[in-house]
């Protein structure tokens, strides 16, 4: 259902029931494989497991809330990228999605390359050991500096973003001597079935060099002419949470218009097209996201086909998954506090997190399953509201639940699908410390990124 966001806060002061959600399910124990990480189960007692580890035990050691990251899970759906694709094309994972020196070293054992799209998350691939020019720099205003360091350290791509960073691309890279392999980032006037906010090809917002107008064709002669640039292909990126195709058979069409006539024009058939990421997850047992073999036998055909109509070499096929790869392979952990029921309506349960930890559901009105993970119920569902603990009414984790009517205090629940853009989008609102993300992998847990602690805070804090 599509919402608008309110000034104070998606939904601000509603409290009724509106019927967009689902009836209860069946079995409020069940955990729906769609959206939870591959080892999570129900262990003894009906604690939920993960890796082994029983969340209970997680929460003792590692406190809460906590991002608990299925390594396992993480790893078999990177190679299930790279698999897909196999050797003829490259798959770039989305640091943005979440990243890390643990997450980077998996992706590069793995075989997958990262893209980023900012100084920080350059220096956190290259800090864990990630090759260069296994790396794609994305942002629509890269600085100086950041252009710099890209260029100087052997960046593989830099994609451009605008006709201002075409030409300082190519002095930065000229004045360090080098050639820069980059590609042009166009908008092909093709809007995703998405939020607003995330939908990325439409010609009104911040991204890319639209095709019309014959902006992407001037582009394209600017970069061929700049002796510091080697321009390898195009990009283009749709929207994200996708799970419909024909975005991407228009999207496709459109670029291989552009590489007809960049040939026509140039006579250079460029070797390399970006088609970007945005792929859907299930964050909920409603949706029905692809299997990344179904996803790369239809790109492959798209572009193919476009092709041999254009009489054009198949170019080098680049995707960029990143919610697809870490989204399902986290949830995130929170103790229960009050619980506050209001007759007629629902129930309001509050958790030791909130929006500092998950903004997506205010950003975005994003959808959320959740679950009581330290234990079983046979009571009657409850519709429930799980909310955080933030001075803020559009603090809201679930929108609409159904959770056991015998829920207390000091019980765990989950949220499945958190891996993507949670911790990266994570603040100190309210000044929460950031929560820990925890990886777990065979029995064995570990913190591949501390929680936050006062001193952290203090220490930025001048006086």
Same mark, same amino acid.
């Given at each position: 259902m599509s919402r608008s966001a309110h000034p104070a806060g998606p939904r601000h002061a509603d409290v009724l029931p509106e019927g967009h959600y689902s009836a209860p399910p069946a079995d409020l124990n069940a955990l729906d494989p769609k959206v939870w990480a591959e080892t /999570?189960?129900?262990? !003894?007692?009906?604690? *939920?497991?993960? #890796?082994?580890?029983?969340?209970?035990?997680?929460? !003792?050691?590692?406190?809460?809330?906590?991002y608990v990251l299925d390594e396992a899970d993480f790893r078999a759906r990177a190679r299930a990228w &790279?698999? %897909?694709? #196999?050797? =003829? %094309?490259?798959?770039? $994972?989305?640091?943005?999605?979440?990243? +890390?020196?643990?997450? *980077? &070293?998996?992706?590069?054992? !793995? #075989?997958?390359?990262?893209? /980023?799209? +900012?100084?920080?998350?350059l220096t956190t691939a290259l800090s864990a050991g990630m090759p260069a020019d296994r790396i794609a720099f994305h942002g629509n205003n890269k600085s100086v500096d950041e252009i710099t360091r890209a260029v100087e350290t052997g960046v593989g791509h830099i994609v451009?973003? +605008?006709?201002?960073e075409i030409a300082r691309v190519a002095h930065? %890279?000229?004045s360090l001597g080098k050639r820069q392999k980059v590609l042009i980032r166009i908008t092909v006037g093709v809007e995703a079935h998405t939020h607003e906010f995330i939908a990325t090809a439409h010609e009104d917002q911040k991204f890319g060099i639209p095709l019309s107008g014959g902006h992407a064709a001037e582009a394209v002669r600017r970069a061929l002419q700049l002796d510091g640039l080697e321009l390898v292909g195009i990009h283009s990126h749709i929207g994200s949470q996708i799970f419909d195709m024909s975005g991407f058979e228009v999207a496709a069409h459109r670029v291989v218009s552009l590489l007809k006539d960049i040939r026509d024009e140039h006579g250079v058939e460029l070797p390399e097209i970006d088609l970007g990421g945005g792929l859907g997850i299930a964050y909920t047992s409603d949706d029905d996201p692809r299997e990344p073999h179904e996803i790369a036998k239809a790109l492959t055909e798209i572009v193919t086909r476009e092709c041999e109509a254009a009489r054009l070499r198949v170019p080098r096929i680049s995707v960029e998954p990143g919610r697809a790869i870490v989204g399902p392979t986290a949830f995130t952990l929170y103790e229960v506090g009050t619980i506050k029921p209001l007759d007629g309506l629902r129930t309001y349960v509050s958790v030791d997190g909130g929006m500092s930890d998950n903004i997506r559901t205010a950003l $975005?009105?994003?959808e959320y399953s959740v679950a009581l993970v330290s234990r079983t119920s046979d009571a009657e569902p409850m519709l429930a509201r799980v909310v955080g603990k933030h001075c803020e009414s559009g603090d809201i984790v679930v929108r609409d639940a159904f959770l056991p009517a015998?829920?207390?205090? #000091? =019980?765990?629940?989950?949220?499945?699908?958190?891996?993507? $853009?949670?911790?990266?989008?994570? +603040?100190?609102?309210?000044?929460?410390? &950031?929560p820990p993300v925890v990886a777990v992998h065979d029995g064995e847990a570990r913190v591949i990124v501390r929680r936050e602690t006062e001193e952290d805070l203090l220490r930025l804090d001048v006086g």
């Open positions: /999570v189960t129900r262990g !003894e007692g009906g604690v *939920v497991t993960v #890796g082994g580890i029983a969340v209970t035990e997680l929460a !003792e050691e590692f406190g809460t809330p906590a &790279r698999t %897909a694709f #196999g050797t =003829d %094309a490259d798959v770039f $994972y989305a640091g943005k999605a979440f990243l +890390s020196r643990a997450v *980077v &070293r998996w992706l590069h054992e !793995e #075989g997958l390359n990262v893209d /980023v799209c +900012s100084g920080g998350e451009l973003d +605008s006709f201002q930065i %890279a000229q $975005y009105d994003a015998d829920l207390a205090p #000091g =019980d765990l629940i989950a949220v499945p699908a958190t891996g993507a $853009y949670c911790r990266s989008m994570a +603040s100190n609102y309210n000044h929460m410390l &950031r």
